[in-house]
Each structure stands twice: as structure tokens, then as C-alpha cells.
């Protein structure tokens, strides 16, 4: 039987590793990029006052990573309270700090995240919310009115350049039926692919979104998912769309 080809929007890592392993061939396309921002100068400046605040939201690995750095370069900041955090990857980053961390290992989502503590955890109290240029901020939504969020955009996501052949190539192959399955993760990334190739060719191809974040994003634009990993992690993603290529194909 011929390995079923998945398209996946992202670098190679340890979801295309895991594909390959279990009898998939994958083409890795990195629609999108992230970047430290150029101007960091805010971000220094709220490390330098942490102490103000009691708690760190973080929802990207992104944006733990820039201020980790940033946080290590300065060694400054008289910092006593937790730093929450949601996403497996975004935790491993933190593994080696002496940060008080509050994690969820069972949510997949912010208002999960949230409930998950109960709104009397957050009111009254001050928090920073470090993120990316194109967050959708549920975390500031959510608690609105409730507590204060400070935010700070520490990284942005780009578009990756893409040459002519690779272009052709992967159009080509989806146009002619031999890519089965295109993976998203991010709403980021599922607008990056529609500008570049349109959406009539999605509708070509199986559609898989890590979690209900980015295929909400995906059904907005008209497009049909046909799977949607239950939890908003790699691992997870890899494991359970394995098993539903091999249960329903």
C-alpha cells in the first residue's frame, strides 16, 4: 500500500518526525516565520518592573523564548509570582527556571485555561501578558474587567518566501491528487496558505487542524475540516491523525 503524502504547514520537528515513523510521507512547507521584534526596549522595561505584577501569562513558546533571553541577559527583576502557562512546548521552556509555574496539562484552549482556575485566582490583581504580533488575546479577553492585563508584543510572525518550482511543485501535486492531507497550526498559517495558493485548491485536499483555534480560522474561510486533533499540541496532533488515516482510509 502507498505511504499516504502530507502536506504540512510548518518546519520540519517532531510532528513530521513522528509521521515519517509511522509510514507517511510528509513534505514540510514553513508558510510562516517568527521573530524577536526589533525594538525591545519595551520588553526590558517591563522586566525590569515585574515585581509589579503578580502572574505571566504565556501562550506561545515564542514568546516565552524572547523574554527567557531576554530575562537571563538582564538578571534583573524582583519577580514573586506565577508565571501561567498554556501549551506543552511553551512549559518545557521553562523546566530549568525557578519561576513558580501554573500549568494545565488536560485544557486545550484560554477560557479552558481560565476556568480551569477559577476567575477568583485572577480578580483584583495585575498580570503581563507577553505575546506575538498576531495573538487573537484571548487571555485579555477573558479577563476583562476582572484583573489587569498589561501586554507586550515580543515577536512577529512573517511570511516566508517561497520560490517558483517549490510553488509549482506542491500545487502540481495537490491539482493532481498525489498530496492527500494538508496539516495547519495556526490561523496564521492557514492565511498564509490562502494567499499564496487560493482556497479552490484546499478544496483538492483532506484538511487537519491542530485543535479547534485553528480550524475555527480554517471553517471561516469556507473551507471543510476533516480532522481536528483533540488536543492543541504536536504530539498529540501527530499520534491522532495517524490512527485516523489508519481507521478511515
Not at 476567575?119 to 488575546?137: I, V
Not at 490562502?194 to 491542530?210: E, P, S, V
Amino acid at each position: 500500500m502507498k505511504k499516504p503524502l502530507i502536506l504540512v504547514v510548518r518546519e520540519f520537528d517532531e510532528f513530521t518526525r513522528l509521521l515519517n515513523k509511522n509510514g507517511s510521507e510528509v513534505i514540510n512547507f514553513p508558510a510562516i516565520k517568527t521573530l524577536p521584534i526589533e525594538d525591545g526596549s519595551e520588553l526590558l522595561k517591563r522586566i525590569d518592573s515585574l515585581k509589579n505584577y503578580d502572574g505571566l501569562f504565556f501562550t506561545s513558546p515564542k514568546a516565552a523564548e524572547v523574554f527567557l533571553q531576554n530575562f537571563e541577559n538582564k538578571k534583573e527583576g524582583d519577580f514573586r509570582g506565577k508565571v501561567y502557562i498554556l501549551g506543552k512546548r511553551t512549559k518545557i521552556l521553562f523546566e530549568n527556571s525557578n519561576f513558580e509555574i501554573a500549568f494545565r496539562a488536560d485544557v486545550n484552549t484560554a477560557e479552558e485555561f481560565i476556568n480551569s482556575f477559577g476567575m477568583r485566582e485572577f480578580a483584583g490583581r495585575r498580570f503581563l501578558f507577553l505575546r506575538g504580533d498576531k495573538s487573537l488575546r484571548a487571555i485579555p479577553e477573558l479577563l476583562n474587567g476582572r484583573a489587569i492585563i498589561d501586554e507586550v508584543v515580543v515577536y512577529q510572525t512573517v511570511e516566508n518566501s517561497i520560490d517558483e518550482n517549490s510553488f509549482s511543485e506542491i500545487g502540481d501535486k495537490i491539482r493532481g491528487g498525489e498530496i492527500k492531507w494538508i496539516c495547519f497550526f495556526s490561523p496564521s498559517g492557514v492565511e498564509s496558505f490562502i494567499r499564496k495558493f487560493g482556497k479552490t485548491l484546499l478544496n483538492n485536499i483532506k484538511i487537519a487542524a491542530i485543535g479547534t483555534t485553528t480550524a475555527k480560522k480554517t471553517i471561516e474561510n469556507n473551507l471543510t475540516v476533516e480532522f481536528i486533533s483533540s488536543k492543541a499540541n504536536a504530539e498529540d496532533f501527530a499520534f491522532e491523525l495517524i490512527e485516523y488515516i489508519k481507521n478511515f482510509e
